[in-house]
């Protein structure tokens, strides 16, 4: 059984910056395919970034430049630092491992 805890969310201002964490029980990250998406109120869910198994990062155009995703194979844990945040940012994050296993998600609010 995969495990998975989200936290880091907040509000912040536009601007800001915050750092995400989903921290994973059950399977190794080393391993994993790592997702976080979001969805925002009245949208779809949609994949912000993910970090592959070969630990290759791939991110919707929206956040490039923006946010990181990385991995600590130690702390099993997979990170995203999220900066210069825009008002578009506001969702609910939701960590995904191997496209099969979800977190509840943390809530981010960027507003002024």
């Known amino acids: 059984q995969v495990l998975i805890a989200e936290s880091g969310g907040g509000l912040v201002q536009p601007g800001g910056s915050l750092r995400l964490s989903c921290k994973v029980a059950?399977?190794?990250?080393?391993?994993?395919?790592v997702g976080w998406y979001r969805q925002a109120p009245g949208k779809q869910r949609e994949l912000a970034a993910e970090i592959t198994a070969n630990d290759s990062p791939n991110y919707a155009d929206s956040v490039k430049g923006r946010f990181t995703i990385s991995k600590d194979n130690d702390k099993n844990t997979v990170y995203l630092q999220m900066n210069s945040l825009k008002l578009e940012d506001t969702a609910v994050y939701y960590c995904n491992v191997n496209l099969a296993s979800w977190g509840q998600g943390t809530q981010v609010t960027v507003s002024s």
């Open positions: 059950g399977v190794r990250v080393t391993f994993a395919r």
